[in-house]
């Protein structure tokens, strides 16, 4: 895991673009203007979009009751397993000790808790899959320009063995390589990748018996067009016959939203809180790559691995409020353009981490704690729901407020719509009152009479960094619900013994439903 998201020349034009386009304030009425019958361009929701993704180093960190409690409450509320992605920068780095009686020893890099460090592992450290019994997994094979063959084996064979086939989603081959010229200091380019991964699923494929589609590419750090032949993109590798036996399941890029430290309000709102800044990152490469795939690869999925708001600014940007609503936004609008899973990224010492799981972080980065960015996920998988649907962006022409709208897969009529109030606005920061928008939503048919809305909210606004680390008066809810390694070890709790949905009824043909600044809800018919 590095400081990466997007090629820097792409970041910064992004960013230039997001500060002149800022809207100075929020419409105080909208209306949505989503059909209300399936359009013939919404997306199947996958039902296991939402993923889960753990540093390799750090699995053990996160092999705790805490975790698999938080896990199972977004679990709960899909249909499908859902998937651990297991590995990262140090996976790359990592060796095998059969006779070391440590879970893993950090030998060089940023010991002890960073991401680029090399670790030994001693056979204890694959006991950590154990406890992820609800859960799939997707495993690195460590890669680099100087492959190491027996060792990628052995430790894939070693997670295997603790992970059952049916509940193996892929097994990736290395992380970010084309970052790999700079960190080993070496000439790579895509044409040495496609022989590395070519010699390296040779060798796994034989010496583990493994068949079908299996495999995980790519998984790199920018997104890029593909017009320098000679750069690790995904046109270009698969081009050049990285896919030739047609053994990928999945190829792969990382997503942070701001590659540069932010501080303020303003900022948040420029380069966090604001849809036409994720929809230009998007821009630089996603959509071009998912339309090669569904052409030339239908097979293959196009995921983001590894994902989070940021790696450098402080906690109030990427641990907070605002943050879970970015990524609502930026994982409904991935949803909708044809990504098939996100994974949200963490190691104890991050700040964008979903929780943090133990205490071996402090006191940089206190824990255990449940953090902001994880309401996130209960947010988008309850929009998906047991049933998922077919989904749509809703164009509001906006920066700051987005909507996208869910059709049954049954009867093809309007069932939910998620509605996202991008507009900064944080207690004890902002200069003004807290505004809102009333978004006037129509209803499916004739015969719908009311809707329920569930809110993703805090009172202290989008800085708000919730209960754990920051107590009740920064407390954040979804629907009412609330999680706490302090109050109910990660099981969720209802603060106010019950679910807070609301009832609204149809006036017109159409709901009502007012959406504080820096909120988000869920419109369900």
């Known amino acids: ?98 006779s070391q009686t440590a879970v893993k020893v950090c030998v060089s890099g940023d010991c002890p808790i960073g991401s680029a460090a090399s670790y030994i592992l001693g056979p204890s450290f694959f006991d950590g899959f154990d406890i992820f019994t609800n859960f799939s997994f997707s495993v690195q094979a460590p890669l680099s320009p100087t492959l190491n063959i027996s060792n990628a084996v052995n430790y894939v064979r070693l997670c295997l063995d603790h992970v ?67 750069k690790i993109t995904i046109q270009n590798a698969f081009n050049l016959g990285v896919n030739a036996p047609r053994t990928a399941t999945a190829a792969a890029v990382h997503w942070y939203q701001v590659w540069d430290k932010i501080t303020t309000l303003d900022d948040m709102q420029a380069y966090l809180m604001n849809h036409s800044a994720t929809v230009g990152n998007f821009s630089a490469g996603s959509p071009q790559d998912i339309a090669y795939l569904a052409a030339n690869y239908p097979k293959v999925k196009y995921v983001f691995s590894e994902t989070g708001t940021g790696l450098v600014s402080p906690l109030q940007i990427q641990g907070s409020l605002g943050a879970a609503l970015f990524y609502a936004d930026f994982q409904l609008y991935a949803m909708t353009q044809g990504a098939k899973r996100v994974d949200g990224t963490m190691r104890p010492a991050a700040n964008h981490s979903l929780w943090v799981p133990d205490a071996s972080a402090a006191p940089a980065n206190p824990g255990p704690q449940v953090r902001a960015p994880f309401y996130t996920l209960p947010f988008v998988a309850d929009f998906i729901g047991q049933t998922p649907g077919n989904v749509i962006e809703v164009a509001l022409n906006s920066d700051v407020l987005t909507a996208y709208a869910s059709y049954s897969p049954s009867t093809g009529l309007l069932s939910k719509v998620a509605l996202i109030n991008l507009q900064a606005w944080a207690e004890g920061v902002s200069t003004g009152a807290r505004g809102s928008v009333t978004f006037s939503v129509p209803a499916p048919s004739a015969a719908t009479v009311s809707a329920t809305v569930r809110r993703l909210t805090a009172a202290a606004g989008c800085q708000a960094l919730g209960y754990d680390y920051a107590g009740p008066a920064q407390n954040i809810t979804w629907a009412g619900e609330q999680w706490s390694y302090a109050i109910d070890n990660g099981k969720g709790h209802m603060v106010a013994g019950v679910s807070a949905t609301e009832t609204v009824a149809v006036v017109n043909g159409a709901v009502q439903v007012t959406v504080l600044d820096s909120e988000a809800v869920i419109v369900s018919f």
Not at 177 to 195: E, H
Request: aromatic residues 8%; negative net charge.
């Open 1 to 98: 895991m590095k400081l990466t998201g997007l090629a820097h020349g792409l970041a910064s034009l992004a960013m230039v673009a997001a500060t002149q386009c800022v809207a100075a304030a929020a419409a105080t009425s909208v209306n949505v203007p989503a059909a209300t019958t399936k359009p013939a361009n919404a997306v199947a929701a996958p039902g296991d979009f939402v993923g889960f993704g753990f540093e390799m180093a750090f699995l053990n960190d996160y092999a705790n009751d805490f975790s698999v409690n938080l896990m199972n409450a977004v679990g709960s509320r899909v249909s499908l397993p859902l998937t651990v992605r297991l590995g990262g920068t140090s996976n790359d780095l990592l060796t095998y000790d059969a």
């Open 164 to 230: 059952p086939t049916d509940r193996l989603t892929a097994i990736a081959i290395g992380n970010e390589p084309d970052l790999y010229a700079g960190q080993f200091k070496v000439t790579y380019n895509v044409s040495d990748y496609v022989a590395g991964v070519t010699t390296m699923r040779s060798s796994l494929t034989e010496e583990l018996g493994l068949t079908g589609q299996i495999f995980e590419l790519m998984d790199i750090a920018y997104l890029a067009d593909s017009t320098n032949t000679a």
